[in-house]
């Protein structure tokens, strides 16, 4: 990202600066095991948590490097709030 320089020592983004849009995958408690999203939609379904977070992992990594796409790996705790697992950018 390119910035051009502004008054008070602040950077302002340039006029060829476009913002990144990341992308997210979710792993939440589904139906006695664990359910996959992609922005919000199933994807699969696996019995154990770590598998899940294994593979949405592998996926994460693979979307950024191939794609370019910034992807945050999330995952339900035992109190139902998300928690991030892992980022690629």
């Known amino acids: 990202m390119s910035k051009s320089p502004s008054w008070a020592g602040a950077l302002l ?9 990341m992308s997210s995958l ?7 095991g664990w359910q996959l ?4 939609q199933p994807v ?4 154990e948590r770590e598998k899940g977070l294994e ?3 592998i996926m994460a990594d693979a979307r950024s490097l191939y794609r370019g796409e910034p992807t ?6 035992d109190d139902g709030e998300f ?3 892992a980022a690629f950018v």
């Open 83 to 85: 928690e991030v697992i």
């Open 37 to 40: 999203l992609d922005a919000g």
């Open 26 to 32: 979710q792993l939440v408690k589904s139906y006695g």
């Open 55 to 57: 593979i949405a992992t």
């Open 13 to 21: 983004p340039s006029a060829d600066w476009v913002p990144v849009v």
């Open 72 to 77: 945050t790996v999330e995952a339900q705790n």
């Open 44 to 47: 699969l379904w696996f019995p």
